[in-house]
Nanobody, 126 residues
């Protein structure tokens, strides 16, 4: 059974940085596409970044481009989301998700992912 566990969230001041981790168990990381998403209260879930099985595709929406960077460490079965220059609008629950069936590509649509972590809270506030 593929499972994902996020960690690394917390409270940070505007302009600060956080690095989120998503550890995958029950499946080999390099055989799945992984996405990072977030959901703020009262808002729809938003796709932030995704990386394909071959790690050659990483997408970022304009809201986070240049500030967020996704990476993966296959040896640790873990993906990361480095978040810099954080803003209060970045406050949300952050999720990682996986789809072993996405081959050669990744997408930022939450409906494309079958497996989800429990989420980790990120709060940006002074």
């Amino acid at each position: 059974q593929l499972q994902l566990v996020e960690s690394g969230g917390g409270l940070v001041q505007p302009g600060g940085s956080l690095k989120l981790s998503c550890t995958v168990t029950g499946f080999t990381l390099h055989r799945v596409a992984i996405g990072w998403f977030r959901q703020a209260p009262g808002k729809e879930r938003e796709g932030l970044s995704c990386i394909s099985q071959s790690s050659d595709t990483t997408q970022y929406p304009e809201a986070v481009k240049g500030r967020f960077t996704m990476s993966r460490d296959n040896a640790k079965n873990t993906v990361y989301l480095q978040m810099n220059s954080l803003k209060p609008d970045d406050t949300a629950v952050y999720y990682c998700a996986a789809n072993p069936g996405l081959v050669g590509l990744c997408v930022l649509a939450s409906s494309a992912y079958d497996y989800w972590g429990q989420g980790t809270q990120v709060t940006v506030s002074s």
